[in-house]
């Protein structure tokens, strides 16, 4: 049996913010795409093989099999956006045989790929999942890893994560548009002129005074969502052509100094900026309508130099009284909050949070200035916002020796992007101690208990297995130095620092 996929005849420039370069594939160069799709269903927690072709996986002797999905939208969301930008995709064929093999072995794929007259092999696997329910609809997540091979060196390239979210009251259609979604953000990194990302979220504390059936997380939700409505009618159509929003979940633990310690699934929208929410002091009292007050700051994030660009100096603070319906839960769209949004966010950050940070990413972030920027805006006589002069995360200036960067993964979702003191510390299979310089490796990544898949620059690969007490040290710029377990640590990826 024979399956179809794609080849792109293109000139590309690559400009992946999170690894900080840019690569540049010449105009004759022939792009290979494959991408491995699974859904997991909602009645299933675990993975389930449901993927884009008929495969058969051997696991201690269980044989399963897998189902074909004809309609792969992480592929069908990369091939519509480099037809979008006006590049040409054509079919080239591959039998199933060939791409088991591809897919358990990069080097046979880039072998087969060389064999098609590809020159840029692209492959990667995406997988969608049951993430909950909310308001009657179901949610999924997603989350894809990408490589980018030259079939002529067999180098690779880059490698990139993204994720992407969906939901609708089907469960199928709710993992089409997460696995959709998941390919656009993909697409966003390989594409010439593709939007910059803006991801926003919010963090609720000191909530009082709300309905029981209220939450934190409610709130967060009603109030990303109103401010994605607000932030896409009030954008000018300049920033809208240049910049993606996205919002993300809120998290009641997530303040501006801890965004790079807790919020894993920020860092993996493959976002450069983020726009941060913090909401305090919210309080609600029954004076024969309903009063409340609260305060909101508003925290702008850099995620590729890992730096906060501006904050406020003093929070938002906004009040409002005597509205009904508040209480029920059922009767939102005539609520007091919603009144509040519609009334109170049009004139505060319309005209003053969005000027600034209209203003801010036309002026420096369009130009990627390396400095930092100091915000200097002069306080509105009718306006409680003040922008202050810029305030770096980092506890302390951290220089970095080697001309690397690793991103250092953990299983909870955390990373740490930097240095790592010292050698990286293994045992081989036979026993022996492995001691590798970081510079050296390309990519260590969990298999299973304590066994680690080790591959080198050189290209050689090979399995060990970590020391379970053993540590490391990652040098950060924004966190100073981190010191990780190795039995946290999920993946590291080390790319050549181009800055």
């Known amino acids: 049996m024979v399956r179809y996929f794609f080849i792109v005849s293109v000139i590309l420039l690559v400009g992946i913010f999170a690894l900080g370069g840019s690569y540049v594939i010449p105009k004759n160069a022939r792009i290979g795409v494959v991408i491995l799709e699974d859904r997991l269903p909602v009645e299933r927690y675990v993975p389930v093989s449901v993927s884009v072709d008929v495969t058969v996986e051997m696991r201690q002797n269980v044989v399963e099999i897998r189902r074909r999905i004809p309609d792969p939208q992480v592929q069908t969301a990369i091939i519509k956006r480099l037809r979008d930008f006006g590049y040409n995709v054509e079919v080239f064929e591959i039998s199933d045989a060939d791409l088991q093999m591809a897919l358990g072995n990069p080097v046979k794929a880039v072998e087969i790929a060389a064999r098609q007259g590809i020159d840029i092999l692209i492959i990667g696997e995406a997988f969608a999942s049951y993430a909950g329910k909310a308001e009657g609809l179901i949610y999924y997540r997603s989350m894809a890893d990408l490589k980018v091979i030259s079939t002529k ?3 690779i390239l880059f490698t990139a994560s993204a994720m992407g979210s969906g939901r609708d009251l089907a469960p199928d259609l709710a993992a089409k548009k997460s696995l959709r979604d998941l390919g656009e953000n993909l697409a966003d990194l390989l594409i010439p002129g593709a939007k910059k990302k803006i991801t926003f979220a919010c963090n609720v504390k000191d909530m009082k005074g709300m309905p029981h059936d209220i939450t934190e997380a409610d709130f967060g939700y009603y109030w990303l969502r109103e401010i994605k409505e607000m932030l896409e009618q009030k954008f000018p159509t300049i920033f809208r052509e240049m910049y993606d929003i996205v919002w993300t979940p809120t998290w009641a633990d997530i303040t ?4 790079y310690q807790k919020s894993g699934d920020l860092l993996l929208k493959n976002s450069q900026y983020i726009l941060f929410f913090e909401i305090s002091a919210w309080k609600v009292r029954d004076e024969g309508g309903y009063k409340y007050a609260g305060e909101v700051d508003v925290n ?28 029920d839960y059922g009767e939102y769209s005539n609520s007091c909050f919603r009144k509040f949004i519609d009334r109170g966010i049009e004139k505060l950050f319309a005209r003053e949070i969005f000027k600034t940070i209209g203003d801010f990413l036309m002026g420096k972030l369009v130009s990627q200035s390396p400095e930092p920027v100091v915000m200097k805006v002069e306080k509105p006589r009718e306006s409680v916002v003040v922008v202050r002069e810029t305030t770096r995360i980092q506890p302390e200036k951290v220089e970095f020796e080697h001309p690397y960067i ?11 992007r930097g240095e790592i003191e010292g050698k990286l510390v293994f045992q081989s299979l036979s026993g022996d101690t492995i001691q590798l310089d970081p510079w050296n490796v390309k990519k260590i990544e969990w298999i299973y208990g304590e066994m680690y898949r080790i591959e080198m620059i050189d290209g050689s690969v090979e399995k060990a297995r970590i020391w379970p007490d053993m540590t490391i040290t990652v040098k950060t710029k924004t966190l100073g130095q981190r010191i990780v377990k190795m039995s946290d640590i999920r993946k590291i990826e080390v790319e050549v620092r181009t800055h």
């Open 256 to 259: 501006p100094s801890t965004v």
């Open 300 to 327: 702008l994030i850099d995620n590729d130099r890992e730096k906060l660009l501006f904050t406020l100096s003093e929070p938002l603070k906004f009040s409002y009284e005597k509205v009904d319906k508040y209480w």
């Open 153 to 155: 060196d067999k180098y």
């Open 406 to 416: 690793a991103s250092v993964e953990l299983f909870n979702g955390a990373i740490y």
